[in-house]
């Protein structure tokens, strides 16, 4: 009841009704406020017809009041409860029909997932059903602002549970601040982030028992396979561990190269421009962009004193950075 309503049941049950006009007075309310307040009254059942005065009506005692406004609140508490018996069962049904017409799964584990909404429903399921451990393997450094917001309900999902997240980025990760804050956030609610300066492909891995892994390694949107082979995800479990041990906290900075030496982000380059990579190409594998990529590999040259790339990748075998 709002404070209107009550001053009007408290007027009636201390003394006769009286008229509308009596009761605004007495209660310091307007009549049009008096005429909703007894409307409401009984609806609660809190006045009845009086006995008394034909049409009139009588306040309810505060001891039956009060009894018969929890009765209906344990009615209404029922009532809720059925309905929510009801609708889990509905589901339970909805779920193991839909279970039963599509399969999750084939007979060897793997399922395909054709397109960005399948591996979201599936991530959905799979972040729900999380215990215990989550690794991931993220390439291409900087995130588009889409895969970040799709992704932090999850995570946070995750986190609040105490499940342990380990992931690790590429380091020009590092260079793009929507990425970057991402992954602060998740360090700062007890996951674990690391970078290196080159990744293998995409990887998710859920409780080591269930693998996410792209279709096209080049094109996350023509989907993905999930995985439940045991062979397969263990060997999976085994590349992210190795790629983890080779990255480097977030918090902590790359080390910078010695005088005589090289930079990882700069061996990384040379190398991948030695096996015969274009700069394109070496720039994906690093996330970064070709400019970024030439513009590192001008800076090479000039430390190198070599006029050419030839020249460059040799000078640069000779000091033991390939």
Same mark, same amino acid.
């Given at each position: 009841m709002d404070t209107h309503t009550e001053a009007v049941y408290r007027e009636m049950l201390e003394r006769a009704p009286g008229g509308v006009a009596e009761l605004a007075t007495r209660a310091g309310t307007t009549e049009p406020r008096v005429r909703e307040a007894l409307d409401q009254l009984v609806g609660l059942g809190l006045l009845t017809?009086?006995?008394? &005065? /034909?049409?009139?009506?009588? $306040?309810?005692?505060?001891? +039956?009041? #009060? !009894?018969?406004?929890?009765?209906?609140q344990e009615e209404e508490l029922a009532r809720r409860h059925h309905a929510l018996a009801v609708g889990?069962?509905?589901a339970a049904r909805a779920i193991a029909e839909y279970s039963a017409q599509t399969p999750e799964t084939d007979q060897d584990g793997n399922e395909r997932l054709v397109g960005l909404d399948a591996i979201q429903g599936r991530l959905e399921v799979l972040t729900r059903r999380l215990r215990e451990e989550c690794l991931s393997i993220i390439?291409?450094?900087?995130?588009?602002?889409?895969?970040?917001?799709?992704?932090?309900?999850?995570?946070?999902?995750?986190?609040?549970?105490?499940?342990?997240?380990? &992931? /690790?980025?590429?380091?020009? $990760?590092?260079?793009?601040? +929507?990425? #970057? !804050?991402?992954a602060q956030w998740t360090t700062e609610r007890a996951g674990e982030v690391?970078?290196?300066?080159?990744?293998?492909?995409?990887?998710?891995?859920f409780d080591r028992t269930t693998a996410l892994v792209p279709i096209d390694p080049d094109n996350s949107r023509l989907g993905a396979l999930c995985t439940t082979s045991p062979g397969i995800v263990a060997t999976l479990v085994?590349?992210?561990?190795q790629t983890w041990e080779a990255a480097v906290p977030l918090g902590a900075a790359r080390g910078q190269a010695p005088e005589d030496g090289i930079s990882p982000g700069d061996?990384?380059?040379?190398r991948l421009l030695a096996s015969g990579m274009t700069d394109e190409a070496a720039g994906k594998r690093l996330g970064v962009s070709?400019?970024?990529?030439?513009?590192?590999?001008?800076?090479?040259?000039?430390?190198?004193?070599?006029?050419?790339r030839f020249e460059a990748g040799l000078k640069a075998a000779r000091h033991g950075w390939l």
């Open positions: 017809p009086s006995r008394e &005065a /034909v049409g009139g009506l009588r $306040a309810v005692s505060l001891e +039956a009041g #009060l !009894a018969h406004l929890l009765r209906r889990k069962a509905a390439p291409g450094g900087a995130q588009s602002e889409a895969s970040l917001e799709a992704s932090r309900s999850l995570d946070e999902q995750a986190l609040n549970r105490q499940v342990r997240m380990r &992931a /690790v980025y590429q380091d020009s $990760a590092r260079n793009d601040p +929507a990425t #970057l !804050a991402y690391r970078t290196s300066p080159v990744l293998p492909a995409r990887l998710l891995i085994a590349l992210f561990e061996q990384e380059l040379l070709m400019r970024t990529v030439r513009r590192q590999m001008a800076a090479l040259m000039e430390r190198l004193q070599a006029t050419s």
